[in-house]
Structures are given as structure tokens and as C-alpha cells.
């Protein structure tokens, strides 16, 4: 027990009562599915400082214990049709305006979701995916911010309609963090998730670019996401996809693009440049799908890879009952070292290999945005 403080004052002697101790707010992660853990605060980065295996994990303080069993989709296409339109359009990914844009997102000292420089980086790139959306002149295409009750940052929607309210989702986080001192610390996260954000946005504006690719033409309704705070629980995109979940929203497929830029220790090993599919916690048809995109529209293979529960923001999708999918820069293992560093910096990134994610993204939504299920 604390001694109690005594003041001695002019005309008596004042006894304070001792200091209350604040109890440490508890939060409840899942660690598997159905399977939670109390932990503090300060414990929740602990975990998640390292970026590796193991350390993934949903923060569902805020969030329902049921895990919504993920029903199969209707059956993607069998066969491609729009590869002359997807082909034209590829010419079209700019590797500056990626390269532009991440040099501003990372000169925020951090993004993390707690901070003021965090919540003023999402409403920049708001203002930068607002004006693709005006530039583009295409009427119907809204573009929105989606404010979160637990922390201040905002995720970023942007919804072009198609006839049918069936919805194909791209989705990647845009908030950055230092493993060793999360708010003070310098965290640039160009590869994490800075990269994964532009090339997102880069595909928005060539595919916005397209005459077809409208509200009266598109038969299926395409949506943009870049969610706030994944570091430390994937909230952002709990949030959102729990919404989606609650109003019976029809999620024909949700791909992740969350780091998408590095390549280095892939080729060291002597291995080719390639995607490394997550198998684990996605969608087996929608991967296999995706697999087929990748030989058609890109330029590079692919590896089957494993990345743990909850390593990102397709699992949102996944525990809420939505097919989703993760295609990563390069095998788990190849990862990048340097994210949640100071490190996580321009230099480390293959704008050849960002230019390839850009690739499969255009396939992938067009392909579907046009196409109905197989019956």
C-alpha cells in the first residue's frame, strides 16, 4: 500500500486521500475462431509489434463473439471475356502517380490510428480519392468517409453502382504503425500499407478512365475500401464488414491488397518474382479464381502461402460470412523486414512488382464487375 500524502497548512494539517489507480482498459481479442483472450492495452501491441506469425489476432472489444460461417458464393466465371478492354487499360497504371502519393502518405510521421497526424493522413488521402472521383466526370460514383466510434482515423469508401446491388469489393489499410513506440514512434509504412493503398487508387482512376465502366453499364457494383486502424485488430474493417453483415449486404468477393511492393528477399533466395496466395482463412473459389486472373492479366506466378488468422483485413470479411481472398507481395515468408519500423521506406520497393498487383486488381474487378455468376 502507497503512505498516504500529508500537507502541513497554516491552520491545519490536510490528509489526501491516496491516488486511485486507473485500471488498464481490457480488451478482448480472438486468436482463432471462437477462441478470445482478455489482455490490456500496451499487451495488444506487444503482440502485434512483430508483424509475424502468431501475432495476428481481431480486437473484438467492441464486436460480437459469433464468427458468421462464410456460405459459398455463386460460381465466378469459368471463362474470361473483357481481356481486350482489361489489356488496353493495364497500359494505362502510371508507376508516378503511385510513387507521388506515397511520398506524401509516408511523410506523416505516423498513421497510426490513435494519432492526430493518423486521422490527418486518411482525411488526405480522402481528399486525394475525392478528386479521382470529380476528375473522372463519371456520374453515380460516390466517394465517402467512414468514421469509427473507438479512435478517431476514418476508412474511405468510394461505390460505383452496377444494376445489380451483388457487390465486388478491393479493400487495403491505410494506416501505418512503429512496432517499438506506436505513437511516437516514426512509422512511414510505405510497403505497409502505403503501397497497397495507391496501387488500389491507381486502379480506380484508369478503371474510372473507361467509358464502360459506369453505373448504367456495369452489372455488378464495385467498391473501394481503405480501412482505418488494422494495426492491432483489424477494427476498421471489423466495423465496416460487421455493418455489412447486419443490413444482408450480397458480397460476391473481397480481395485484400495489403503490402504489395517488395521482392528483395524472394529473389535473394533465388526464387522467381512472384504473388503469394493466402490459403489459409479465405475463400478456396474465390482463390482459385484469383489464380486464374494472375496467369491471364499479370505477368508473374504465383505461390500458395499461409499467413495466419486474422493477418489482415480479408479476415473482417471472412468472420463476418463474405468470400474474401489475400494475395500478398511474395510467399509469407519473403515478407518484408522492415514494416512497423522507421525502415518501412521507399527504397525497399519494386514499382515493377506494385505495377503487377495493379494488374490482377484491374482483371479481377473488371472481369467480375461485368459478369454475372455462373449458373
Known sequence: MKVATILAAACATVVLAEPKQIKPRALTIEVAPGVTRKITEDERYELSANGG????????????????????????????????????????????????????FSSYHTRFSE???????????????????????????TAEMFPHD??????????????????????????????????????????????????????????????????????????????????????????????????????????????VGYTKATLDAGKPESFGLI????AALLNEYLSRVINEYTEITYVESRCGYACSDHGSATRNGFPASFVFEAAFEYRNPHIHTADDTMEH???????????????????????????
Not at 115 to 133: C, I, N, P, R, S
Not at 179 to 189: E, H, I, L, S, W
Open 279 to 282: 490459403t489459409d482463412f479465405t
Open 150 to 259: 473507438a479512435f478517431p482515423q476514418k476508412s474511405v469508401i468510394v461505390k460505383v453502382p452496377g444494376r445489380s446491388n451483388r457487390t465486388v469489393i478491393i479493400g487495403g489499410h491505410l494506416d501505418s504503425i512503429n512496432g517499438g513506440d506506436r505513437t511516437g514512434g516514426r512509422a512511414p509504412g510505405v510497403d505497409d500499407n502505403g503501397s497497397g493503398t495507391f496501387v488500389i487508387l491507381e486502379a480506380l482512376r484508369v478503371l474510372l478512365s473507361d467509358s464502360d465502366f459506369s453505373p448504367t453499364k456495369l452489372q455488378n457494383t464495385i467498391e473501394f475500401h481503405w480501412y482505418a486502424a488494422e494495426e492491432g485488430g483489424l477494427r476498421g474493417s471489423q466495423d465496416i464488414f460487421h455493418q455489412y453483415a447486419a443490413a444482408g449486404r450480397d458480397i460476391w468477393a473481397m480481395l485484400q491488397q495489403d503490402m
Open 115 to 141: 494519432t492526430e497526424t493518423g486521422a490527418q493522413a486518411a482525411e488526405w488521402l480522402f481528399a486525394q480519392v475525392a478528386d479521382v472521383v470529380k476528375t473522372s466526370m463519371v456520374n453515380g460514383v
Open 53 to 104: 506469425c502468431g501475432s495476428h489476432f481481431f480486437d473484438i472489444t467492441n464486436f460480437s463473439t459469433e464468427v458468421r460461417a462464410v456460405k459459398e458464393p455463386p460460381p465466378y466465371p469459368n471463362k474470361f471475356s473483357y481481356q481486350e478492354n482489361i489489356k488496353r487499360l493495364i497500359t494505362n497504371l502510371n508507376w508516378d502517380n503511385i510513387k507521388k502519393n506515397l511520398e506524401h
Open 349 to 375: 520497393i519494386d514499382p515493377k512488382h506494385v505495377l503487377q498487383h495493379g494488374r490482377l486488381i484491374l482483371g479481377y474487378l473488371y472481369e467480375l464487375g461485368f459478369s454475372e455468376p455462373e449458373p
